[in-house]
């Protein structure tokens, strides 16, 4: 017969030997409806910080085991579970959008506080379109730069290379450009990608 994977109530009973069964199922429950989309590994630290009172989660409240082990979501500090929760969505959200705005995510995340579905909130930002500025720049760029060839430079500044015709342009001026129309972006950012679109030619942007 195959050995079954550890579960949450075997690991948490071999770090913590003399816990309940009311405890651990109680911790369970609530970092399993706290945190339904977290990994495995997640899920454990989560439960052993909560058990040992480390984490922003903090010790178990008076009474918890005596009610049964069921620490329910009022039991708790509200803004403990909310930071916890947020910091666990901003952090998922930031490796599956890695072009975001850091401050539009976490802005986005906090107006969700009550609703932490990562399902729902990445179906939600794959499809924004009208925030290109702050939330996919990569979009917009192309767009400035495209305004920027046809109405901001001469055909005297036109250089003849590799059979089209290149603009010659300085890449701290885009950057400066993005930066204005972008305020929300990551300057970093913005700065490879300005020296990136200096280096493109307009047939690029047709």
């Known amino acids: 017969m195959a050995q079954q994977p550890p579960n949450f109530n075997t690991i948490l009973k071999d770090i913590f030997p003399g816990i309940s069964d009311q405890e651990v199922n109680g911790v369970i429950a609530l970092v399993e409806e706290g945190n339904p989309n977290d990994s495995f590994e997640g899920k454990i630290e989560n439960m052993v910080n909560l058990i040992s009172g480390d984490g922003a989660w903090g010790p178990l409240p ?13 039991q708790m500090p509200a803004q403990s579970i909310n930071d916890e929760l947020l910091n666990t969505l901003y952090g998922n959200l930031v490796t599956i959008f890695p ?3 850091p401050d539009f995510l976490w802005q986005f995340c906090k107006e969700r ?7 729902e ?15 996919r720049p990569s979009l917009h760029l192309f767009k400035i730069r495209y305004d920027f060839i046809k109405l901001n430079l001469k055909e005297t500044n ?7 015709d290149k603009i010659e342009l300085d890449p701290l001026t885009i950057w400066e450009q993005l930066k204005d ?22 047939q690029d942007m047709d």
Not at 62 to 74: K, P, Q, T, W, Y
Not at 121 to 135: D, N, R
Not at 158 to 164: A, I, K, P, S, T
Not at 188 to 200: G, H, N, S, V, W
Request: aromatic letters at 8%.
């Open 181 to 202: 129309a972008l305020p929300g972006a990551d300057p970093l950012y913005l700065k490879k990608e300005a020296t990136r679109l200096a280096l493109l030619s307009p």
């Open 121 to 135: 909130a990445v179906e939600e930002l794959s499809l924004i379109k009208p925030v290109w500025g702050v939330f």
């Open 99 to 101: 072009d975001a705005s």
């Open 62 to 74: 008076d009474g918890f085991v005596e009610s049964g082990g069921i620490r329910l979501v009022n």
């Open 158 to 164: 036109c250089l003849v290379l590799d059979g089209y």
């Open 113 to 119: 506080q009550d609703v932490f579905d990562l399902n």
